[in-house]
């Protein structure tokens, strides 16, 4: 009887899929950094006025990632890139 049970148990591991082992697990996908991908879109489209000098950088700096996720999806008004707008939603759904 017992062997009957641990062939069965042997059966049952066997039809499990292996666990990944830890050094295979995928890396969770590459954070969206501030400074280096979304300020040099900003930079490129919405100089002068939003960076320091511009008429608007006292009010929405766009050189700060706050005035960013505090404006969210606004941005999309202005900003229709649809891989611009990719990379901006990836870096809003990040924590600030
Ligand atoms: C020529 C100067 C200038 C440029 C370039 C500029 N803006 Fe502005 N922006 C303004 C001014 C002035 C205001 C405030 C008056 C208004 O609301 O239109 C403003 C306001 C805004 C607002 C807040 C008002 C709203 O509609 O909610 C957002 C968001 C904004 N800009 C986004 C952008 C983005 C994104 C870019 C680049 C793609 C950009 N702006 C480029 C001058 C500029």
């Given at each position: 009887?017992?062997?009957?049970?641990?062939?069965?148990?042997?059966?049952?591991?066997?039809?499990?899929?292996?666990?990944?082992?830890?050094?295979?697990?995928?890396?969770?996908?590459?954070l969206v950094?501030?400074?280096?991908q979304?300020?040099?879109?900003?930079?490129?489209?919405?100089?002068?006025?939003?960076?320091?000098?511009?008429?608007?950088?006292?009010?929405?700096?766009?050189?700060?990632?706050?005035?960013?996720?505090?404006?969210?999806?606004?941005?999309?008004?202005?900003?229709?890139?649809?891989?611009?707008?990719?990379?901006?939603?990836s870096f809003?759904?990040?924590?600030?």
């Amino acid at each position: 009887m017992s062997r009957l049970l641990s062939a069965a148990a042997l059966l049952l591991l066997a039809a499990c899929p292996p666990a990944p082992a830890p050094d295979v697990v995928p890396s969770s996908p590459k954070l969206v950094d501030f400074d280096s991908q979304v300020k040099p879109v900003l930079q490129t489209r919405c100089t002068p006025c939003h960076f320091p000098g511009g008429v608007m950088h006292e009010r929405l700096p766009f050189d700060r990632a706050q005035t960013i996720h505090d404006l969210g999806e606004k941005l999309f008004t202005r900003i229709k890139d649809e891989q611009e707008q990719a990379l901006i939603r990836s870096f809003l759904a990040q924590a600030p």
